[in-house]
Nanobody, 121 residues
Framework: QVQLVESGGGLVQAGGSLRLSCAASGRTFSSYAMGWFRQAPGKERESVAAISWSGGNTYYADSVTGRFAISRDKAKNTVYLQMNSLKPEDTAVYYC??????????????WGQGTQVTVSS
């Protein structure tokens, strides 16, 4: 059974940092692009960041560029999202995803259950 399990969410003050982790199990995702998406209440799910299967390419939404960093550890089958300088508007449920379809920066074959990130002002 393929699973993506996110962790690391929580409550943080504006300006703080969190690191999200997404651990994959059930298969190896070394040939998959991995991404993070988020969905705030009343809003559509949006792409936040993605990393190619090789790790050589990354993508960031304009709203998080310079503040967030995505990385992956193939040996651990895990992808991370380091979030710095958090803002109240970053509050959302964050989802991990994996995929091999085009476009690579919007993976959507497998999804995690989500982890809540709340940034207080």
């Amino acid at each position: 059974q393929v699973q993506l399990v996110e962790s690391g969410g929580g409550l943080v003050q504006a300006g703080g940092s969190l690191r999200l982790s997404c651990a994959a199990s059930g298969r190896t995702f070394s040939s998959y692009a991995m991404g993070w998406f988020r969905q705030a209440p009343g809003k559509e799910r949006e792409s936040v960041a993605a990393i190619s299967w090789s790790g050589g390419n990354t993508y960031y939404a304009d709203s998080v560029t310079g503040r967030f960093a995505i990385s992956r550890d193939k040996a651990k089958n895990t992808v991370y999202l380091q979030m710095n300088s958090l803002k109240p508007e970053d509050t959302a449920v964050y989802y991990c995803a994996a995929g091999r379809t085009s476009p690579w920066h919007l993976p959507n074959e497998y999804w995690g259950q989500g982890t809540q990130v709340t940034v207080s002002s």
